[in-house]
């Protein structure tokens, strides 16, 4: 779980800081899909295959 | 030259005013702030690569490379904010994901501004769990050793090479995380000035092989000195352990050597640590040479001398203040000094204007002529049979025993007893260049005070203490007790050197009245 903290620190520190612009757009995928999908992230390392959201449904 | 223009702008909170086009790394030294960096070095072109010296600049999005960023009017920069430490902490996280921690058996451990600024401002821990990449040591030719685990990739030798000494033989090789320092094909550190890569390098990538395992930095003491093996004086720090000298840096100095020392300077210091010195003042008594006390051997030498004329066979090696004291001998006396000078290839370096291993290795070849003393090729030519010699530290290399034995008197005032000079009816110990202080005239005329690294072996003085007590005794009524009252005399009888004094010279040192300056060739 604190993997999700480590990767977004650490892809923090590799936008606006590194003098090649590529580091920038290899971190803000990472960063904005644990922002935006952090659930989905959390379930899985839970070893849930399912999305809470969905499961409720079925 | 036109002024240039200076520009104001606040540094944490400090105001400061420097030359427009001036970095802000450099105005912050400026202030007295110390901004953290790998790749900048004042002697090299800025590259920006190590991402170290990021600061807050008011107004800016992003964070700054302060070296490569000019300052500007009005500029608010902040060092130490939040932002700016949290960002250089990530960039120390990233360079030491792949640095062994070695620092115990490092060569650089002590002097590593990796460890310096970890300790700063880094991590106390590691988050990087995965194996660090490994690459074997290399062989770079020359005096240098690449350890490239250690590498942190500043390129500050690439740039030294290519830039300074205009050989490019460093390159980076690979790219990304298997980036390391290459040579080309075919090529070694061969340059005589590529030993500069290893004080260049900010971590322990880059060791000298001379120093290797010699010496951890903080068993070193250090004195301020000048390289005594060719006429252009670069400034060095010379590193003793256990008063036994076991290195030679560069000390910098923008108007002589700027941050560079030859691998020729830089490795010719084990004749400092001689063993095989003279160490007792010496009397011939009984047709031997015995010891005995200093103050019956400068009588003796006196007797010697009485109101013979004299011989000096000088050395180029000794300081201003001991030639001084000599042609004061020379001159009462109406007699000669001459020196000789060993001579070798020059070796300039391409990058930096008018500094080159020069031709004649030795100090203080101006310094001699200019206090009257004469070069010759041919020493002893102008030996009279009825002269006393004074052999003062030549090595009498090359000269016959008999040649010397052809003067009635032999006196030896130096640093060993040479094998053609065993008929000296007196021998007085002196302290060589390591072990006392003074100053030497560099080929443009530029006088420039060392100090003593080392004490001296055995019952041997300073020269400029043992030549003064000698013309003490021979009625002169001056009496030295520092070299710099010896200078002082030189400054009042040379008017050349007028006005000059130890304060004045600092340990940056002064040229001479009359000095060609720098750049004219000579």
């Given amino acids: ?58 | 030259m036109a002024e240039r223009k200076m520009v104001s702008l606040t540094i944490e909170g400090r105001q400061v005013s420097v030359p427009e086009g001036t970095s802000i790394l450099e105005a912050a030294k400026v202030a007295g702030i110390l901004i953290p960096h790998y790749c900048y070095h004042p002697g090299l072109p800025v590259a920006g690569v190590c991402r170290m010296c990021l600061v807050e600049v008011e107004k800016a999005p992003k964070l700054a490379p302060s070296c490569a960023t000019s300052v500007a009017e009005g500029q608010v920069v902040r060092v130490h904010t939040e932002r700016a430490v949290e960002a250089r902490k990530g960039v120390l996280e990233f360079l030491l994901i792949n640095h062994p921690l070695d620092c115990p058996i490092c060569d650089q451990s002590g002097e590593c501004e990796l460890q310096d600024y970890t300790f700063q401002e880094g991590r106390e821990d590691s988050r990087y769990r995965e194996a660090k990449r490994f690459n074997p040591v290399e062989d770079f030719g020359g005096d240098v050793m690449y350890v490239p685990n250690r590498c942190i990739l500043c390129t500050r030798c690439v740039r030294f090479m290519d830039d300074v000494a205009h050989d490019s033989v460093l390159n980076v090789s690979e790219r990304g995380d298997r980036a390391l320092i290459g040579k080309f094909e075919g090529k070694d550190l061969t340059h005589p000035w590529a030993g500069n890569v290893v004080d260049l390098c900010p971590v322990g990538a880059l060791l000298s092989k001379d120093f290797l395992n010699k010496s951890r930095a903080w068993e070193l003491d250090r004195a301020a000195s000048i390289c005594p093996s060719c006429t252009q004086g670069c400034n060095v720090m010379i590193e003793t352990r256990d008063m036994v000298v076991a290195r030679i840096k560069p000390r910098p100095n923008e108007a002589v050597n700027k941050f560079f020392i030859c691998d020729y300077g830089r490795l010719n210091y084990r004749w400092m640590n001689r063993q095989d010195r003279l160490e007792h003042p010496m009397v011939r008594t009984g047709g031997s040479l015995k010891t005995i006390d200093w103050d019956v051997a400068i009588h003796a030498a006196a007797g010697v001398l009485d109101d013979r004329r004299v011989y000096v066979l000088a050395s180029p090696m000794l300081s201003n203040e001991a030639l001084h004291l000599l042609s004061k001998i020379i001159r009462r006396s109406g007699g000669v000094g001459e020196f000789r000078v060993a001579i070798g290839e020059e070796a300039p370096l391409a990058g930096v204007e008018d500094l080159a291993l020069r031709r004649d290795r030795a100090a203080n070849v101006y310094g001699a002529e200019l206090l009257g003393f004469a070069r010759t090729e041919k020493p002893l030519s102008g030996l009279r049979d009825d002269d006393v010699l004074i052999v003062a530290d030549d090595d009498l290399e090359g000269i016959d025993a008999s040649a010397v034995e052809r003067a009635p008197h032999v006196m030896v005032i130096g640093t060993t007893l040479p094998d053609a000079a065993q008929s000296a009816a007196v021998a007085l110990p002196i302290a060589n260049f390591a072990e006392e202080e003074g100053t030497f005239t560099n080929l443009r005329g530029r006088v420039q005070r060392f100090l003593q690294a080392k004490p001296s072996p055995g019952l041997a003085r300073p020269s400029w203490l043992v030549l003064g007590d000698l013309l003490g005794v021979l009625g002169d009524q001056t009496a030295f007790f520092l070299p710099s009252e010896v200078f002082a005399e030189i400054a009042r009888t040379h008017p050349e050197l007028k006005g000059l004094s130890y304060d004045r010279l600092g340990m940056k040192g002064l040229p001479v009245l009359g000095a060609q300056p720098v750049g004219v060739a000579s």
């Fill in chain 1, 1 to 58: 779980m604190e993997d999700l903290d480590t990767l977004i620190e650490i892809g923090e520190n590799m936008t606006g800081t590194t003098i090649c612009v590529l580091s920038d757009s290899c971190a803000v995928p990472v960063i904005s899909g644990i922002k935006k999908f952090r659930p989905e992230f959390e379930s899985l390392i839970h070893g849930r295959r399912v999305h809470p959201v969905l499961e409720a449904v079925a």
